[in-house]
């Protein structure tokens, strides 16, 4: 079992955030506990996850191979093939 501890600034911030949501996918979590510190304009979340590490988390560290995307989306794309895309947030059908 090991910990990692981040700290989310109230206000968001896309590349923190986006770092969490990273480690997240690659690890087993086995709990998060979260406490909001209030500290005026510097308020933030602190996070302090409890987690296995996965094999493909450890490949992924060292540079091994893998594939950013996880493979459930990877199916629903390679079945989506060209048929899909994209338009205003919104998957439409094209010919």
């Known amino acids: 079992m090991q910990y990692r501890v981040f700290r989310v600034p109230a206000g968001g911030c896309g590349d ?19 406490q909001f510190v209030p500290d005026g304009q510097g308020a933030f979340w602190s996070l302090c996850v409890e987690y296995l590490e996965s094999p493909k988390a450890r490949a992924a560290e060292a540079g091994e191979g893998g594939d ?28």
């Open 16 to 34: 923190t955030e986006e770092a969490v949501n990273r480690f997240l996918r690659g690890v087993r979590v086995l709990r998060v506990d979260r």
């Open 68 to 95: 950013s995307m996880p493979s459930r989306e990877r199916d629903g794309a390679a079945r989506a093939g060209p048929m899909l895309r994209l338009v205003g947030g919104r998957e439409k059908v094209v010919a």
